[in-house]
């Protein structure tokens, strides 16, 4: 029997050029770098996404991202979840969040879409028993559907540099088990991305 388990990793985003380092995309430039520091192959078209495949520690990991625009994340992820028969405890979403301050992270299992429509794509799809990587854009001003749509500044991507490169060293971790390691990751993160 083998030792290794199943994950399967979803980032968010819109597909083109157009979207890309917009602040919706966040799913997107996530996957692309995790993809980059474990030295997964490159990303190639499955179940209507993107996906690549490999090994990291004792777990098989599946990067995924949906291309068939934010709203309709759903079924892409649901095609790629049944045909591995990975168990939705198993699902972790990483996503942009208006709600959340720039760089702040939440890690939750379960909830609401908090308006999110690739999160709505998605409960509605596979249910709500996945976790979800939430990722601050925060808020900015004027209309939050036009916001989320803006690129990054060139210091909002120096931030995010180093928010990526402290996930990237501390996933290994944080997958081998979510519920025992999150809030350490959480406080650890904190310390080390938030600090002024």
């Known amino acids: 029997m083998s030792e290794f388990r199943t994950l399967v990793l979803c980032g968010l985003g819109n597909p083109g050029?157009?979207?890309?380092?917009t602040r919706h995309n966040l799913g997107f430039m996530l996957l692309d770098y995790i993809r980059c520091t474990f030295s997964f192959p490159?990303?190639?078209?499955?179940?209507?996404?993107?996906?690549?495949?490999g090994r990291v520690s004792s777990?098989?990991?599946?990067?995924?991202?949906?291309?068939?625009?934010?709203?309709?994340?759903?079924?892409?992820?649901?095609?790629?979840v049944n045909f591995y028969k990975v168990e939705l405890e198993n699902v972790i979403v990483f996503h942009d969040d208006i709600d959340l301050d720039?760089?702040?992270?939440k890690i939750k299992?379960?909830?609401?879409?908090?308006?999110?429509?690739?999160?709505k794509s998605l409960d509605a799809n596979?249910?709500?028993?996945?976790?979800?990587?939430?990722?601050?854009?925060?808020?900015?001003?004027?209309?939050?559907?036009?916001?989320?749509?803006?690129?990054?500044?060139v210091l909002d991507l120096e931030r995010l540099n180093k928010s990526f490169r402290f996930i990237g060293a501390n996933l290994p971790l944080l997958l081998s088990n979510i519920t025992m390691h999150k809030e350490k990751f959480l406080n650890e993160y904190s310390l080390t991305v938030n600090k002024e």
Do not use: C
């Not at 995924?64 to 649901?78: E, Y």
């Not at 720039?102 to 992270?105: P, Q, W, Y």
């Not at 379960?110 to 999160?119: D, F, P, V, Y």
């Open 42 to 53: 490159e990303f190639l078209p499955r179940f209507s996404g993107l996906l690549s495949s």
């Open 59 to 80: 777990s098989v990991l599946h990067l995924f991202k949906p291309v068939t625009f934010m709203n309709n994340s759903g079924g892409p992820l649901l095609q790629l």
């Open 126 to 153: 596979l249910g709500t028993d996945y976790w979800r990587f939430r990722f601050g854009v925060g808020r900015g001003m004027g209309d939050p559907a036009v916001y989320v749509l803006s690129r990054f500044t």
């Open 17 to 21: 050029l157009r979207y890309v380092k």
């Open 109 to 119: 299992k379960g909830g609401g879409s908090g308006g999110h429509n690739g999160l």
């Open 102 to 105: 720039f760089a702040k992270v």
